[in-house]
């Protein structure tokens, strides 16, 4: 275990944010991960998982602790199911992918989302109809303060649409280690609901679609709208889908009646994110280094050298201009930090 200084973090977030780490060190396993929490010398940390889902507008000033646990183990399984942990450190693409090899079932609406798995329930990642909680069975952390090993249920998790306890009053006190997925060997719950992927099954004549083919059609939709971060900076979906009530959705519908919506309950109603974006005029713009993908509104893009303020300011104009045009107010989905 090493601890490097002034580490350039260009390579460890997706958007390619130039920042640098007055400490960095990398750890591989649970004992370096408390031996590094208990070392009093460095007070302040910054935990650092794939860098997917974050957005950096200054340099970190403290010890970043970049979390690369490896590591995937069946834990049990029966005939028709099968119980799997997979370490934090475990890329979440390459984990879905995995699954699909072995078969197992639940998470492959979940292809080619950006990150790493320890950071999937904090989020509550989801698409195309399926969350993360679908499949969710426990998390193993560190609590910080302590350097104590807690499990974490699904229902300590608290989910909420792309929210957790990790994200309210457990944030930043707990490092996940390690997650526990119970998928299907066999009478997969399909998902195909979502109008993108029955097109796509469709063009390729596929009725009776396997596990292979729905991730297969996630992933050529999401390639056709979102960029590779290898190639232009992003953290996929800059902002989540709002939430509006029964009322505004009324008085929304009577000013938009073209307007995209999902009926969530008698009295939600989800609004797309990037619909919205896109009737404001931002869709393909571009501000210096600094843009809105041309694909797909909801995706804020790096052409090179733009600063995370350079993002985050472009991040508040859009959220501006849509709560005036619209009245809604959109909430980033990624952390700024």
């Not at 930043?172 to 097109?199: C, E, P």
């Not at 009737?279 to 733009?306: E, P």
Request: proline share 3%.
């Amino acid at each position: 275990m090493q601890i490097e200084e002034n580490k350039s973090l260009k390579d460890y977030n997706t958007f390619g944010i130039a920042c640098s780490a007055r400490y960095f060190v990398e750890i591989t396993s649970i004992e370096e991960l408390k031996e590094i929490l208990a070392n009093q010398n460095y007070t302040e940390r910054f935990i650092l998982g794939g860098g997917s889902n974050m957005l950096l507008t200054k340099d970190i000033d403290a010890l970043v602790i970049h979390v690369n646990l490896k590591g995937i183990k069946i834990i049990s399984e029966t005939d028709t199911h099968v119980t799997l942990q997979a370490m934090a450190g475990e890329n979440w693409h390459e984990f879905v992918q995995f699954c699909i090899q072995e078969n197992y079932g639940g998470i492959e609406n979940l292809s080619l989302i950006p990150g790493n798995v320890g950071t999937a329930p904090i989020q509550n990642i989801g698409a195309y109809g399926v969350e993360l909680k679908d499949v969710f069975v426990s998390c193993n952390t560190v609590e910080i303060a302590s350097t104590k090993e807690q499990e974490f249920t699904k229902k300590d998790c608290n989910f909420g649409y792309r929210n957790s306890i990790f994200k309210n009053e457990a944030k930043g006190k707990y490092i996940i280690t390690s997650v526990t997925f119970q998928l299907t060997k066999t009478n997969h719950n399909l998902n195909t609901d979502y109008g993108a992927i029955q097109q796509n099954l469709s063009e390729k004549n596929i009725e009776n679609p396997s596990i292979s083919d729905i991730s297969e059609a996630v992933i050529a939709i999401r390639q056709s709208k979102l960029p590779d971060p290898k190639k232009l900076g992003n953290s996929g979906s800059f902002f989540k889908n709002p939430i509006v009530g029964s009322e505004k959705f009324k008085q929304f519908k009577i000013d938009n009646p073209d307007a995209p919506y999902y009926q969530l309950s008698p009295s939600e109603y989800k609004i797309p994110a990037g619909w919205l974006i896109e009737q404001a005029g931002f869709k393909g713009k571009r501000y210096d280094d600094a843009g809105v993908h041309k694909n797909q509104a909801l995706v804020l893009v790096n052409y090179g050298n733009a600063s995370g303020n350079d993002i985050w300011q472009l991040a508040l104009t859009i959220q501006q201009k849509v709560k005036d045009q619209f009245g809604i107010f959109i909430e980033p989905e990624v952390n700024v930090f």
